[in-house]
């Protein structure tokens, strides 16, 4: 129990110091307030005039699931760079040399993102409810179809924890994290539907784990969700899929980034 | 307090270690000495519990470096080569943090932040970032992390490299104050004076191993003291008999026949009579030093070779 609570402390106090590097550089902070504002923007006005119908609503009462995905997913290469940053420094020295809970680390850093997570979501939210986006559900379902999002996100930090841990500094983890987290973003249903994706797309992004958080957040919130047309299973139960998706990310990558933090600091 | 039994080190190609016995009582202060690749970081990294080892073992205070990591941990604090500081926090900050994760409560953390801040003359820098504090200032710091949890065993590695002779100075001073409350203390460094200054014993290492052991009178005496170097006008058939006398062993003599040296003890007005000698003999001179034994004499005589 102790021990427990020491673990706690740790993470606490590690959670805070990111928290005062932030503050200290709210420049970083740019991908989850400025962007998230500019993408939103720009994917509705721009890129949805182009996209005259959208089964069952707006482009706009679409797209702004589909932003919070996609500003979530390309922000999350934050917890790569963070932690390649801190790798770089002589401070993770420093705290592998006190009887701390060695994993606060890692488990401080994906906290503190998953507060800029939140905040990236409400600023999307806000900036949808400034263009005209509307929830269409009841109180409980709204915040499920958020939460669902922030536990996706949560467990794809983990996955950029272990990108940042295998990259050799923060630049080369910066263009490692966009390769693999664009394409995750775009091959999916988050800005357009599927449908008429060619068929090798349009299968991949059916069964990527963001078709089916964005899927389901859809359903939650009460807004068009031409996926549900899709005969893939993820689709046709998408609540189920980004739970299964978010749950099994986790527990694939957390004991990696676990693993690796061990090995490579042990030279 | 803190013993070390033939630990070994390979780093690619490179032994870093290579067969190391380390020992310091509760309470002394071991210096170990020797050139940059010595393997010095290395040893300490071990002790630290920031590497393992690939063969021998160690203890702190009997518990296993690399099986009791936490009880070490508990036990030790650590000031090394390159600051292990947070540069975006200021360095009150740093220090509270590192206190809560030393297992400090959060007011006590705070006190002892300002007690240190205070005793390394970081008061007025206290609530600035790191970033812009001098290299002087960044090794206080260091050293107040490494003691922000009043660890009874202490290691500085290279705690003066790169720092100017009046910081330099000042950091022995509170590396004398803080082994006189009985903290164990194990430092590295490059300099023969500064291990002389602060150790109880020292040992000279050199590609991974101990060449030598012992108080620093002791190895002075085997260095020889000191290093006379003597200049002559022109060159002499008897200075090196005049010079016999003052020299442990013959003489060096350069090929010009123009520069003498050798290790020499040293001893009150030591150059006058060296010069009255020569004069005597009806050599001429045009310059006398004495130099204190360095490092390289150090090396010198215990491997018996240039490095």
Known sequence: ?267 | MIEAHDLRKRYGATQALDGLDLEAPAGTVLGVLGPNGAGKTTAVRILTTLTTPDGGSARIAGHDVVREQTAVQRLIGVAAQDATVDEVLTGRQNLVMLGRLGDLSRKAARARAADLLEQFDLTEAGDRQVKGYSGGMRRRLDLAAGLINRPPVLFLDEPTTGLDPTSRVRMWDVIRGLVSDGTTLLLTTQYLDEADELADRIVVIDHGHAIADGTATQLKAKVGGARLEVTLTSPHPDAAHALAPFITGAPSVSQDELHLRGPVQVQPGLATTVVRALDDAGITVDDVQVHPPSLDDVFFSLTGGDR
Request: charged letters at 10%; glycine letters at 8%; one cysteine or more.
């Open chain 1, 1 to 267: 129990m102790i021990r427990v609570r020491r673990a706690a402390r740790d993470v606490a106090v590690l959670t805070s110091r990111n928290l005062v590097h932030m503050a200290r550089e709210p420049l970083r902070l740019s991908d989850v307030t400025v962007q998230p504002v500019l993408f939103t923007l720009l994917f509705i006005y721009v890129l949805g005039a182009g996209i005259s119908a959208i089964q069952g609503g707006s482009y706009t009462e679409y797209a702004i699931a589909g932003l919070i995905a996609m500003n979530l997913t390309t922000s999350a290469i934050g917890t790569a760079v963070g932690l390649s940053d801190d790798l770089g420094s002589g401070v993770i020295d420093r705290f592998r040399t006190l009887p701390m809970w060695k994993p606060a680390v890692l488990v401080g850093r994906s906290l503190t993102d998953l507060l800029s997570a939140t905040l990236c979501t409400l600023i999307v939210v806000a900036t949808g409810l400034v263009v005209g986006w509307r929830p269409h559900a009841g109180a409980a379902s709204v915040v499920g179809g958020i939460a669902i999002f922030l536990l996706f996100s949560y467990a794809l930090c983990w996955v950029c924890a272990c990108l940042g841990l295998f990259s050799k500094d923060a630049e080369s983890s910066q263009g490692l994290g966009l390769v693999i987290l664009f394409p995750l973003a775009i091959v999916s249903n988050a800005l357009v539907p599927t449908q008429h994706m060619p068929a090798v797309v349009r299968a991949i992004a059916n069964w990527n784990p963001v078709s089916a958080v964005t899927a389901a957040s859809r359903k939650l919130l009460g807004n068009p969700n031409p996926s549900a047309a899709i005969h893939a299973w993820p689709m046709q139960h998408p609540v189920v899929a980004a739970l299964i998706w978010s749950v099994a990310i986790l527990a694939a990558f957390a004991p990696l980034a676990a693993w690796m933090y061990r090995t490579r600091t042990l030279d």
